[in-house]
């Protein structure tokens, strides 16, 4: 098997223009269509982000997801997308504060986001932190290997170093 190349860099990007608390910056999906996009797409966490052609879910009703479901167990087929993109609150404040809700549990999201991930598929995840192995990581998880890491940030005015770890799903774990 060839060894994949891990893509890394950095990408400056426009604050997001429609007011949503924790919108996507402005410009970051067109450079993951670029790279990453699949035919399959999950969202996750999406708040404002509307894909007609993808399912969103989310916990929150006012965001009008395709499904209203907690993200920690997913009411999805196993391996039913090759395409799933995070961006959950970045901590428990942020979480209460701009959505009134509790923090997810991040390691139980990463496990459901894996095992509905299909073979070859792609798990993208814009979070401050890059969560690699965890002893309870679920043998869907085990498969996902880090094929990139982007630092993102906002052009203009105050901001955070965000980082977008994208995974590929293997056919098997590899042991």
Same mark, same amino acid.
């Given at each position: 098997m060839t060894q994949i190349p891990w893509f890394r860099d950095v990408w400056g990007l426009g604050p997001p223009n429609n007011g949503y608390p924790g919108a996507f910056p402005n410009g970051l999906i067109n450079k993951i269509k670029r790279r990453w996009w699949g035919r399959k797409r999950l969202w996750l966490f999406s708040g404002s982000f #509307?894909?007609?052609e993808g399912t969103i879910i989310d916990i929150n009703a006012n965001t009008k997801p395709n499904i209203i479901a907690n993200c920690e167990l997913l009411p999805l087929k196993t391996e039913s997308f090759d395409f799933i993109m995070l961006d959950p609150p970045y901590s428990e404040e942020e979480a209460k %504060?701009?959505?009134n809700l509790p923090y997810i549990n991040l390691l139980k999201v990463m496990n459901e986001?894996? %095992?509905v991930c299909s073979p070859s598929g792609h798990v993208l995840l814009l979070h401050r932190m890059?969560?690699?192995h965890h002893p309870e990581s679920n043998t869907? #998880? #085990?498969r996902l290997k880090v094929v990139a890491t982007v630092?993102?940030?906002t052009i203009g005015g105050w901001t955070n170093m965000r980082a977008l770890t994208v995974w590929r799903k293997q056919e098997c774990l590899n042991v």
């Open positions: #509307k894909d007609s %504060r701009l959505y986001a894996a %095992r890059i969560p690699f869907h #998880k #085990k630092g993102v940030y």
